[in-house]
């Protein structure tokens, strides 16, 4: 009643005598007023509980298969998911792949496709042509790269008698050591590089169609493909395996440090440019947007799992998958040397089967376009000099 008692104060019903308060109370009646009494405790409580209770809107968890208002809305779009799941766990593995490479080439895909090849420099966005430009940056990082994992391969087992003793030493570390240098030895194909660049050294400064260096390009990445998983234990081999050169043969330190910094340096540029632009070439080529490391990519390279680094033991021989046994290439190789004269050095030797790789008429048509020196017949010697100075400059 503390509202009442305001009341009272505000209109001063304290100071009015009982004769004021008798004329008020009548024009308060007249005017239709009534008297208010204060609700005792039991007549509150019976009045609360006539009360209807407040209608309250909560939602039926779906687990329980909701049927309210707006619980069963929420339990029919858990419902539509449940199915949706299931029906996709009913796919076996070769329907669910084949749905997957389907979305990989649907139009938002092939369109993102085409701008990573276009941002690359790889291709243009609207034609899967090879621009001259990546073909330039595989003629002379790209082949320098792959010379120099073979030089590797060259190095450390291409004396059977040093050979042997590295082998040996990697083993204690790791088996794998040997497998993964095995593999760089042979990525390098001098007529796969020839067959890959062939287009491009006949015409520079146009671009090459896709299909032309499809068949090589796909070869020289899956050699890359087997090694990328394992670049930093390549890095470790590497470095391994010129600390046991350099302990067999006692050369100075200097000589090995050069050569682990040149092989360093060529991985980042094989494997941070190169290799990511023949990837861009295989998708451009399946017109998909295809993920690097997946199924999808293997089984369009051809990837067997048995091939994959990391099956040999200590002790055996290197894996056919990995290049055969590079002791007995490498003696081959020698065998070959021999023929020649001994006071060739290596360099001389890998320089001739470098120059080899082209033939003059190839090299005239690129360096002499104008025909200028007709004159001079193809073994001359100045012009041999002078058409692989440009060719190596």
């Not at 796919?91 to 084949?98: A, D, I, M, T, V």
């Not at 632009?277 to 997946?294: D, G, H, M, T």
């Not at 994959?308 to 046994?325: N, T």
Request: glycine letters at 8%; proline letters at 4%.
């Amino acid at each position: 009643m503390a509202e009442f008692d305001k009341t009272k104060k505000a209109i001063g019903v304290g100071g009015m005598d009982d004769k004021s308060r008798a004329d008020m109370f009548k024009k308060f009646q007249t005017a239709g007023g009534q008297v208010v009494k204060e609700k005792t405790a039991a007549e509150k409580a019976a009045a609360a509980s006539s009360r209807p209770a407040p209608t309250v809107r909560q939602g039926t968890p779906t687990s329980r298969g909701g049927s309210s208002g707006s619980g069963s809305g929420t339990g029919g779009r858990s419902s539509e998911k449940e199915k949706t799941a299931a029906s996709e766990i009913k796919l076996n593995p070769k329907e669910l792949q084949r749905q997957q490479e389907d979305e990989m080439g649907n139009f938002l895909n092939k369109l993102i496709m085409k701008f990573k090849c276009w941002s690359a420099r790889v291709t243009s966005f609207g034609s899967s042509d090879i621009l001259p430009a990546f073909m330039s940056e595989f003629n002379l990082e790209g082949k320098r790269a792959l010379m120099e994992f073979n030089m590797v391969g060259n190095d450390l087992f291409g004396n059977p008698e040093t050979g042997g003793k590295i082998t040996k030493e990697l083993d204690k570390i790791s088996p794998l050591y040997v497998e993964l240098l095995a593999r760089g030895h042979k990525i390098y194909d001098g007529r796969e590089i020839v067959e890959f660049l062939e287009s491009y050294i006949a015409s520079p400064d146009l671009p090459v169609s896709i299909h032309k260096v499809a068949g090589p390009g796909y070869s020289i990445f899956k050699k890359l493909y087997y090694l990328y998983p394992f670049m930093s234990t390549y890095r470790k081999a590497v470095n391994a395996g010129y600390d046991a050169l350099q302990r067999i043969e006692g050369k100075p330190a200097l000589i090995y440090a050069t050569k682990k910094k040149k092989i360093n340096s060529e991985i980042n540029v094989l494997f941070g440019t190169i290799f990511d632009k023949l990837y861009l070439i295989v998708c451009r080529k399946e017109e998909k947007n295809i993920p690097l490391l997946s199924s999808t990519m293997e089984n369009i390279l051809g990837i067997i799992p048995e091939d994959k680094p990391g099956i040999r033991k200590s002790g055996e021989d290197i894996p056919v998958s990995a290049g055969g046994v590079v002791e007995e290439e490498a003696s081959d190789e020698k065998t070959e040397e021999k023929k020649e004269e001994e006071s060739e050095s290596k360099e001389f030797n890998y320089g001739m089967r470098l120059m080899k790789m082209y033939t003059i008429e190839k090299i005239r048509r690129k360096h002499d376009p104008k025909n200028e020196m007709m004159d001079l017949a193809d073994n001359d010697k100045a012009l041999l000099s002078y058409v692989y100075f440009k060719e190596f400059l």
